[in-house]
């Protein structure tokens, strides 16, 4: 693993800057008793040890961090199933929940997040796992990058407009953000076809297949829903047929 760990970071983009090390802040512990959970996330802060096990050694997280992350154990599904073969491109990072699985199976990882904040604190979170050696991140617009872009495996889990999402019958591509899910898988689908995409559980299954018919000919794929502690919590969907290997 290591020498393929090597042998990636030879192939990863030029472009690519390695994030300086941030400095860890001074010991506070930042919990409900200092007002920074607020009320709309409280509800959050009680699943913190589903969302990063590691919570307590100093993982940071935003107010749309805390509703958007992927918790961990659906984060490792989703490293699963790339098969540990190649560089994935996670091209809306977040707060780096599922980077950080993706390092921790894969030999070289690209994170990519247009706000700052959010890169310094994947930045930070993937230190707190010891990963932060196999991810690079960028602060950057995916759709400006993509054309400069080369990767094995794509990864999508683009913002789905809030909490809100829920209260949505009929979750239909054109809701999810920045972009249209059409637009954001296409832009995807130029660099590989091997696409991971995870998206909310009431999305609309008709028009996630179409997906697969904008290639020539379709993509294979594979829909898989993700629960948690008996909760449903999103539906993941792959594309192409290796880059969903079986996990047993």
Request: aromatic content about 12%.
């Amino acid at each position: 693993m290591k020498q393929s760990r090597q042998n990636s970071r030879a192939t990863k983009p030029p472009f690519v800057r390695r994030k300086r090390r941030v400095k860890k802040k001074n010991g506070k512990k930042k919990g409900r008793e200092e007002g920074i959970i607020t009320h709309s996330i409280e509800k959050y802060w009680f699943q913190r040890y589903s969302l990063f096990s590691k919570y307590d050694e100093g993982i940071a997280m935003d107010e749309e961090g805390w509703y958007s992350v992927t918790p961990e154990k659906i984060a490792m599904r989703h490293a699963e199933k790339c098969g540990g073969d190649g560089l994935v491109i996670d091209c809306f990072s977040g707060v780096g929940g599922n980077a950080i699985q993706f390092a921790r199976l894969c030999p070289f990882v690209v994170a990519i997040d247009i706000d700052p904040q959010k890169v310094n604190m994947a930045f930070n979170n993937a230190k707190v796992y010891g990963v932060e050696d196999y991810i690079d991140f960028i602060v950057g617009d995916f759709f400006q990058l993509a054309s400069s872009l080369k990767g094995d495996v794509m990864f999508l889990s683009p913002p789905w407009g809030g909490p809100s999402y829920k209260r949505i019958e009929n979750f239909t591509m054109n809701l999810l953000k920045p972009k249209d899910g059409y637009s954001i898988f296409q832009a995807a689908q130029q660099i590989t076809p091997k696409i991971i995409m995870f998206l909310p559980r009431n999305v609309n299954l008709n028009q996630v297949e179409e997906l697969s018919w904008l290639s020539s000919p379709p993509l294979s794929i594979e829909i898989e829903k993700n629960y948690l502690e008996g909760n449903f919590k999103g539906i993941t969907v792959c594309f192409h047929d290796s880059v969903c290997k079986p996990v047993i």
